[in-house]
Structure formats: structure tokens, C-alpha cells
């Protein structure tokens, strides 16, 4: 009875490639996010959308794309993988009035 | 634009000694504010919030946190920590009319000595 699932943990590719990491929680929240945490452990948004529509898109390159099929889940969609992408993508959700955001367990992408 | 800092990047504690891991937020309005906790290759699990209303508030694990406004500052405390507390915690800001994104500190790195 997981809250807050992603997939894949991890993700090893090669630069250049597509991929996508996906997120799904079962709280019944209205609002979820993709945050990335780098090297150094820094946290910082990148996307949050409430019942599927964009709310926030802070300045992410736009090789990356979210994608929302309905309010449980969250894709997140990235091409042309380069270096810099490599981190830790965490997913949350929380109801929108509340903002006590629940974390996934991360997907770590390391991009060769 | 909020900002959250935690001056401390490493601290060392005893075990059974008392804890205080800062944090000190801007932020133009009344902020909502967390504290979550990170072990090693793990998410981030809440150990408490503040939204309005007391100022001290108690979370999970015997952690507690104190909001004072004047000093911008959202401290997170306990009287006696255990191993099992060595982790990174991380304070955040919260921005209920900016689509509720959260800012994150930097983190402090908690080392729990026997």
C-alpha cells in the first residue's frame, strides 16, 4: 500500500537517449510534483500540476516534458539525456490547500 | 522569492545528547514550513509542519521544531537523539499562493556518535 511509487529506482543510458521515469500515488491527492535532487543534495522543483493541469514549470530545459494521464499520476519524459541530467528525481503529492507534500523514493538516473 | 538556509552542513552529536539543527527562511507572507529527513538512498519522510497556530510543534520521532517569527527562524530540536537518527534533514518553505512549491535548504548531515 505504497503511497507515493515510482519507476524505475535506477536508470543507467547512454547520452542522447529517451527516457521516461513514472510516478503514481494512491492518497487520493490533487496536486503532485517532479523535484530533482543533484550531487550535492540540493532539492529543487520542477514541475507541479494540479488535476492534470500545469501549475508550476520552473526553468527546466525543455527536453523535459511531464505528463499528467490523470490526477495519480505524473510522468516525466526526458530526451536527449546529456551528463547534466544525472540525479535523483523525486516525486510528491499533496492536496493543493494543504501543501504537506508526500515523496516518492527517487529514481536515481546516471547518464554515461 | 522565498529562500530557506541552514547554516550547519555537518554537525556531530553524542548519542543521548540534545539536538538542534537550525534553519532560518524568507519569505514576504506567513510561510508554511517542514522539516523532512533523508537517510542514506532513501526519499524524504516528513517529521513535521507548521502552518499556523502554536509555534511549537512536535513531529514524529521526539522531534519538535520552533517557529519564531522575529527571528525568521524554523529550529528543529530533541532532547536526546539515537543512533538511528544519523541522516541529512532538510528544512523547506512552503508557498501556498505560488502553486505550493516547496524551497529547500541546502540539508545538514546529522553524525551520531557512540
Known amino acids: 500500500d505504497t503511497a507515493v511509487s515510482q519507476t524505475p529506482k535506477y536508470l543507467v543510458t547512454q547520452m542522447g537517449n529517451d527516457k521516461s521515469i513514472k510516478c503514481e500515488q494512491n492518497l487520493g491527492h490533487d496536486t503532485m510534483y517532479w523535484y530533482k535532487q543533484d550531487s550535492k543534495k540540493f532539492l529543487k522543483i520542477m514541475f507541479s500540476y494540479n488535476n492534470k493541469e500545469l501549475i508550476i514549470n520552473e526553468t527546466v530545459p525543455n527536453r523535459f516534458s511531464p505528463k499528467s494521464p490523470d490526477k495519480a499520476h505524473l510522468n516525466l519524459h526526458i530526451n536527449s539525456l546529456e551528463l547534466g541530467d544525472s540525479a535523483v528525481y523525486f516525486c510528491a503529492s499533496s492536496q493543493l490547500q494543504r501543501n504537506e507534500q508526500f515523496f516518492g523514493p527517487g529514481t536515481r538516473l546516471t547518464v554515461l | 522569492a522565498q529562500s530557506v538556509t541552514q547554516p550547519d552542513i555537518h554537525i556531530t552529536v553524542s548519542e543521548g545528547a540534545s539536538l538542534e539543527l537550525r534553519c532560518n527562511y524568507s519569505?514576504?507572507?506567513?510561510?508554511?514550513l517542514f522539516w523532512y529527513v533523508q537517510s542514506p538512498g532513501q526519499g524524504l519522510q516528513l517529521l513535521l509542519k507548521y502552518f499556523s497556530g502554536d509555534t511549537l510543534v512536535q513531529g514524529i520521532k521526539g522531534f519538535e521544531a520552533e517557529f519564531k517569527r522575529s527571528q525568521s527562524s524554523f529550529n528543529l530540536r530533541k532532547p536526546s537523539v539515537h543512533w538511528s537518527d544519523a541522516a541529512e534533514y532538510f528544512c523547506a518553505v512552503g508557498a501556498p499562493m505560488k502553486g505550493n512549491k516547496l524551497v529547500f535548504g541546502a540539508g545538514t548531515i546529522l553524525r551520531v556518535k557512540s
Open positions: 519569505y514576504g507572507a506567513t510561510p508554511y
